[in-house]
């Protein structure tokens, strides 16, 4: 009869291993490491490879641990308040004049219902960004301005950098 008793410990050796490299991943993150390095340090070909890889880690882990989801309630507070302002910017029929790179916030907070955790801050910081370097726009009104400081505080929150 073979001897099985070694492979009965690779279950938790791989939980231990799935919970130490998403606690790297997430500490690379919060040290200011692009997504793109941690796919190269991985040996993944892409940032958004690195990025699904950490969403099947926690996945994973959290299968195995008890307790929600760390991510959970912040990212769904960020998707909220991201969809508030898109909805804020559909309805603002001068929205395409109001600056630069307005027609380019528009297009991308329209990715947002679809995108994954990592995805979702990307696109989240990226049109905070063009919002913010507006110089000589058009004002926001008051409601979609309110909007943005909530997107803004709801991205500090669940940044994994926080």
Known sequence: MADLSGLRGVPAARARIDAEELELIDRARRAGATWGEIADALGLGSRQAAEQRR??????????????????????????AALEVHRRVGADRRWDRRFTRAVLVRETL???PEATG??????????????????GARPLPAPTRAAFDRLREALIQASPKH
């Not at 929600?68 to 960020?78: I, Q």
């Not at 960004?129 to 507006?134: E, N, P, R, T, Y």
């Open 118 to 135: 990592g995805a979702l801050f990307a696109l989240v910081e990226a049109v905070i960004a063009d919002v913010g370097s507006s110089d």
């Open 110 to 112: 329209s990715a947002v």
């Open 55 to 80: 969403l099947r880690l926690v996945a994973a882990v959290r299968g195995r641990l008890p307790g929600p989801d760390p991510y959970g309630e912040s990212l769904a507070r960020l998707r909220s």
